[in-house]
């Protein structure tokens, strides 16, 4: 089966202000596949990564140039629907956020917000969301409660749960599993490996073992450049980049 | 940032070449139990042969050690990856200059051959072999791995002139054929050894290009061992 690209960059340029973070980055992300993020901080892989749903846009001052699409469209287009975009791009952040609600609450959330009212979907929703990120059977007796009460691993596969609720194409994980213990970050690379079946998946992290574990590709990224994405294994058995090879083996510097 | 890890692999170049060091004196003291007749030399082999089996579990476990712990990526992996493959070749070697060892021991105390003046260069050429390899791994040198390769068209070479003159032998004095077998088993021990040495020196370039030749078809361009 041939890979088809989901997310394509083209010579796309970044800036905060002055600081230029992302320079010439072309690459295609393919559809159904686990793609990693890695680099020392500062090389913009987090970025990159915000580009895609535009979280960036947050930030004052910042530009971009080149392109970007998603299915073909251009994620920068003038008149873009923000709001639309980033409920088909999902993302889940370093630390878990749920909202100070309902189990339930937290999950129809997004649903709920995009108009969805009717009862009976919304039930369908939690739950089938709830159980694609893992964690339906920890708290179906007690969706009333409030999310905070759950562990920090159980917050985090709710966020997933609730970003997977509006049914996005992709998810985007910033680092979302380096506040959490060995244990609920077994649980969690494990759901990212049965999610990659139905979701496109783009993950920032730092630990290089949980990209070999996890991922299909990786992209090594170096000063807001991208120096290289390849097949992981290949990545990290046989670089073509010495940059890359100093980097993963830990000469960098 | 890595100095702990870096002296780790230091370890692991100074005992394989101490692995290495071991198979040449199995070599030689084989040899030279073989051909000079010196029973003292064939215990010397075969004490080498069980100290050869004790470093490979050493090195094997300080393998395991580094990969458990450091997770080495890159020529890093490699690098383990082929030490742990070429310690099961080496300890071979051992079983084999053993082997040549034992066989010594059946040998009358009778008048040296002719054949074994060849006999002595093949094992002087598969003790270099054995050499060459562990040292092209250390200085991470293609070339000098490369080389040991292509040397051991020479001990193949030497084989089958040893077998011609064992065959030789035979023929002008059927009453010494028995020993003649014997030697000749010997040779094909070290024309073994000599094939060891190729399979340390294909690990050797392994570690340093990614790549392992094909094995079934000699033409055939070199494959990665991954992806």
Request: charged share 25%; net charge negative; with cysteine.
């Amino acid at each position: 089966m041939a890979e088809q690209a989901i997310l394509s960059a083209r010579d796309l340029d970044f800036f905060y202000g002055a600081a230029q973070a992302l320079r010439h980055i072309t690459l295609d992300i393919p559809a159904g596949r686990v793609t990693a993020l890695i680099g020392p901080s500062g090389c913009g892989k987090s970025t990159f990564l915000r580009t895609i749903n535009r979280m960036n846009d947050l930030v004052p001052g910042t530009r971009m140039a080149g392109s970007l699409t998603f299915q073909g469209q251009e994620i920068y287009a003038p008149g873009l629907d923000v709001t639309a975009l980033r409920r088909r791009v999902g993302m889940v952040f370093q630390k878990p956020n749920p909202f100070p609600m309902s189990i339930y609450d937290n999950v129809a959330y997004g649903p709920r917000t995009h108009g969805e009212r009717r009862r009976a979907r919304l039930d369908e929703l939690v739950e089938t969301s709830l159980r694609a990120a893992a964690i339906w059977e920890e708290v179906r007796d007690r969706l009333k409660k409030s999310a905070l009460g759950l562990s920090g691993g159980q917050q985090q596969r709710l966020c997933i749960a609730r970003a997977l609720a509006v049914e996005p194409e992709v998810l985007l994980m910033d680092e979302a599993t380096s506040a959490l213990d060995p244990i609920s970050t077994a649980r969690i690379e494990d759901l990212i490996g049965s999610l990659k079946e139905r979701y496109t998946i783009v993950m920032v992290t730092h630990n290089m073992q949980q990209a070999l574990r996890v991922s299909d590709r990786t992209a090594f990224f170096l000063s807001g450049e991208l120096v290289e994405f390849s097949p992981t294994e290949r990545l990290f058995s046989m670089p073509r980049d010495q940059r890359t090879e100093d980097y993963i083996t830990g000469r960098f510097g | 940032m890595r100095n702990r890890f870096d002296q780790q692999l230091e370890t692991l170049h100074q005992e394989l070449m101490a692995m290495g060091a071991m198979c040449q004196e199995a070599i030689a003291a084989a040899a030279a139990a073989l051909l000079d007749r010196e029973p003292a030399m064939a215990e010397i082999a075969i004490t080498r042969e069980v100290e050869i089996d004790r470093q490979e579990r050493e090195i094997e476990s300080l393998c395991m050690a580094l990969l458990l712990r450091q997770q080495p990526v890159a020529r890093d992996l490699r690098a383990v990856s082929s030490a742990l493959k070429m310690i099961g070749d080496m300890e071979r070697i051992g079983d084999q200059a053993a082997d040549i060892a034992e066989i010594s021991r059946h040998l009358g105390s009778g008048c040296p051959l002719p054949g074994q003046i060849h006999i002595r260069d093949m094992a002087q050429a598969a003790a270099r072999m054995v050499d060459g390899s562990v040292e092209a791994f250390i200085k991470k040198d293609l070339q000098a791995a490369q080389d040991v390769i292509q040397y051991d068209d020479v001990v193949d070479e030497l084989f089958l002139r040893v077998k011609e003159e064992l065959t030789e032998l035979i023929r002008r004095d059927a009453a010494g054929a028995g020993e003649a077998l014997d030697l000749l088993m010997a040779a094909k021990y070290l024309e073994r050894i000599g094939d060891h040495a190729v399979n340390l020196a294909e690990r050797v370039a392994y570690s340093i290009t990614g790549k392992v030749r094909a094995q079934s078809a000699p033409g055939e361009s070199a494959y990665d061992l991954l992806c």
